[in-house]
């Protein structure tokens, strides 16, 4: 079955400092999405960055900047100069054929930003 | 403004008490799921729906019906709600494959 493994249940980071989140999966596709979303305070969930697995390019929105490494099934998010509104649950999500299309959710990681 | 809309946002009931919640999008969206979540679960997937009149099961659909009758707008049902459906709610709503918008949330508490 396909799985998203984020090994970091929390992580904390300085203000203005560099954070990477990590996420790992299992596929035996080559065309897929992966996506990094992000549920703060309020529990709203809202989409920081998605990844199309046939881009080589590595996505990035601003501040946020993944490391997709497609033969290690690595999909890391890096955030700089973080700030205190970064603080929240990250998920990282995966999306394709193998799993009907169904998004498979990572468990998150909690994301403390220190003043 | 392209959103996905969830009503009631807060629900207090008592066991047994139908209920529906409401969820809509703008977005002519073929696409349409729901999920509760809860501490230490993550996001686990109720229903989805791929188009009108089409629906689907996820990994927790005991307890909760759907319906698809038109595509903006897909109600999540709970016939006889019980305590362990106490839960936050999402509806979220998709271009197919792409990326998923949810709606702000549904906070039920079922005494």
């Known amino acids: 079955a396909q799985t998203v493994t984020q090994s970091q249940p929390e992580m904390s980071v300085q203000e203005a400092e560099t954070v990477t989140l990590s996420c790992t999966y299992d596929t035996s596709e080559s065309d897929y999405y992966l996506f990094w979303y992000k549920q703060p305070p309020s529990r709203q969930m809202i989409l920081v960055i998605r990844q199309e697995a046939y881009k080589q390019q590595n996505a990035t929105e601003n501040r946020f900047s993944v490391n997709f490494q497609k033969a290690a099934k690595s999909f890391s998010l890096k955030i700089s100069d973080s700030q205190l509104g970064d603080a929240a649950m990250y998920f990282c999500?995966?999306?394709?054929?193998?799993?009907?299309?169904?998004?498979?959710w990572g468990a998150g990681t909690k994301l403390i930003i220190k003043p | 403004e392209a959103q996905v809309t969830q009503n009631p946002r807060y629900l207090i009931t008592v066991t047994g008490k139908k209920l529906t919640v409401t969820c809509s999008q703008n977005m002519n969206h073929e696409y349409m799921s729901w999920y509760r979540q809860d501490p230490g679960l993550g996001l686990r997937q109720i229903y989805y729906?791929?188009?009108?009149?089409?629906?689907d099961k996820g990994d927790v659909p005991e307890g909760y019906k759907v319906s698809r009758k038109e595509k903006r707008n897909f109600p999540l049902i709970l016939e006889s709600p019980s305590p362990n459906q106490t839960s936050l709610y999402f509806c979220?709503?998709?271009?197919?494959?792409?990326?998923?918008?949810f709606g702000p949330g549904t906070r039920l508490l079922v005494l």
């Open positions: 729906s791929m188009n009108v009149e089409v629906t």
């Open positions: 999500a995966y999306i394709g054929m193998d799993s009907n299309y169904q998004l498979i």
């Open positions: 979220a709503s998709r271009e197919d494959p792409g990326t998923q918008y």
